[in-house]
């Protein structure tokens, strides 16, 4: 199925689900989240390029890599989530719900969870 236009994350986690191949009983949690390892990895691969061979100029090249990269981040992000029954709305509210009260609250610099 191609998609025309921008989709919601239910939809990307629906549709996702239909392209996971690793669907064997204990398999749900260990092969997504080394394969995003993998993959954050390889992000990490493309930024370090992005400077030492570009100075910190993103080429339309580079900029198409880096997000195909990061698709692959959220396929195997979003299939953890899947198979853990949380919807990626969830995430990202949650997530930026803890981000704007730490804002407020001055402490969105910093490390650990106690902020």
Not at 2 to 17: A, G, H
Not at 47 to 66: A, H, I, P, T, Y
Not at 73 to 88: E, F, K
Request: glycine share 10%.
């Amino acid at each position: 199925m191609l998609y025309t236009s921008l989709m919601t994350f239910e939809e990307y986690q629906k549709e996702s689900k239909k392209t996971a191949t690793y669907q064997e009983k204990g398999r749900e949690f260990w092969y997504p989240a080394l394969g995003l390892a993998g993959e954050s990895g390889e992000v990490i691969e493309k930024v370090k390029k992005l400077f030492r061979d570009d100075n910190g100029v993103l080429s339309d090249e580079r900029r198409e890599s880096l997000k195909n990269e990061l698709g692959d981040v959220l396929w195997y992000l979003t299939q953890i989530a899947t198979d853990a029954g949380i919807p990626l709305e969830s995430i990202a509210k949650g997530n930026i719900d803890k981000l704007f009260s730490r804002k407020t609250r001055g402490k969105i610099t910093g490390d650990g969870d106690n902020r």
